[in-house]
């Protein structure tokens, strides 16, 4: 982690009171800001907190246990792998720390939208209300690789940040594919809690394929 940061929670101590969004103001437990490294290489993007994250306050954090998605909705799961089990096996996670603090490193994790209703994903309106959040983080933070995280995530990075048309991007297609964007290589991933055991092998083998690549651009970048 950056040696001048304090924290890796909302380390840039965005709005904890933000009532951009009325309604889901009356849904959330809590607004859930992004987390992790600020001088990270990989910036993943969700899109909205999971139940876990909701309560917990940390983007993507895992459910407290098997039965948590009893009250989710069939198309959100919470079944198959996480996002924290696969960071663990690309040694990017300490596997020891807890669950509210996950101990990340060279590691960004945020969503498209900050706040959580439990019955609907998130609409345009709300996406766009949180968009300056987003692009404030991934310029400040200035990551090399992106990594959309499910189809709408992968189709809002897609149209800002690549010059592909957003009608080439889809899921399971792009899952696990090295995309050029403007100044970042997007890899994006299906939702962990969506994949089969051989989906997440084959993004495990791409991205530590890429890690061992000389995957860093020219962008007045700090050494690490």
Same mark, same amino acid.
């Given at each position: 982690?950056?040696?001048?940061?304090?924290?890796?929670?909302?380390?840039?101590?965005?709005?904890?009171?933000?009532?951009?969004?009325?309604?889901?103001?009356?849904?959330?437990?809590?607004?859930?800001?992004?987390?992790?490294?600020?001088?990270?290489?990989?910036?993943?993007?969700?899109?909205?907190?999971?139940?876990?994250?909701?309560?917990?306050?940390?983007?993507?954090?895992?459910?407290?246990?098997?039965?948590? !998605?009893?009250?989710?909705?069939?198309?959100?799961?919470?079944?198959?792998?996480? @996002?924290?089990?696969? @960071?663990?096996?690309?040694?990017?996670?300490?596997?020891?720390?807890?669950?509210?603090?996950?101990?990340?490193?060279?590691?960004?994790?945020?969503?498209?939208?900050?706040?959580?209703?439990?019955?609907?994903?998130?609409?345009?309106?709300?996406?766009?209300?949180?968009?300056?959040?987003?692009?404030?983080?991934?310029?400040?933070?200035?990551?090399?690789?992106?990594?959309?995280?499910?189809?709408?995530?992968? !189709?809002?990075?897609?149209?800002?940040?690549?010059?592909?048309?957003?009608?080439?991007?889809?899921?399971?297609?792009?899952?696990?594919?090295?995309?050029?964007?403007?100044?970042?290589?997007?890899?994006?991933?299906?939702?962990?809690?969506?994949?089969?055991? $051989?989906?997440?092998?084959?993004?495990?083998?791409?991205?530590? $394929? @890429?890690?061992?690549?000389?995957?860093?651009?020219?962008?007045?970048?700090?050494?690490?």
């Amino acid at each position: 982690m950056d040696a001048n940061q304090r924290s890796r929670s909302n380390p840039y101590g965005m709005d904890e009171a933000c009532r951009n969004c009325p309604a889901l103001c009356e849904t959330r437990t809590q607004v859930v800001h992004g987390y992790g490294d600020v001088a990270a290489d990989f910036l993943f993007v969700g899109e909205r907190p999971t139940p876990s994250a909701d309560e917990r306050g940390v983007p993507f954090a895992a459910p407290k246990t098997e039965t948590e !998605s009893e009250s989710e909705s069939e198309s959100e799961p919470e079944s198959g792998t996480t @996002l924290r089990r696969i @960071l663990e096996r690309l040694g990017l996670c300490d596997s020891t720390s807890p669950a509210d603090e996950p101990a990340v490193e060279n590691v960004y994790l945020t969503n498209l939208t900050r706040c959580r209703d439990p019955v609907r994903r998130p609409t345009d309106e709300e996406i766009g209300n949180c968009e300056p959040y987003l692009n404030a983080e991934i310029r400040m933070i200035n990551p090399e690789i992106l990594i959309p995280v499910g189809e709408r995530a992968l !189709s809002e990075l897609g149209v800002e940040y690549t010059t592909t048309p957003a009608e080439e991007l889809s899921l399971p297609a792009d899952h696990g594919r090295r995309i050029r964007g403007r100044g970042f290589e997007l890899v994006p991933m299906i939702d962990p809690r969506e994949q089969t055991d $051989d989906q997440t092998q084959a993004w495990l083998e791409a991205f530590v $394929d @890429l890690m061992a690549s000389d995957y860093r651009q020219t962008k007045g970048r700090q050494e690490r």
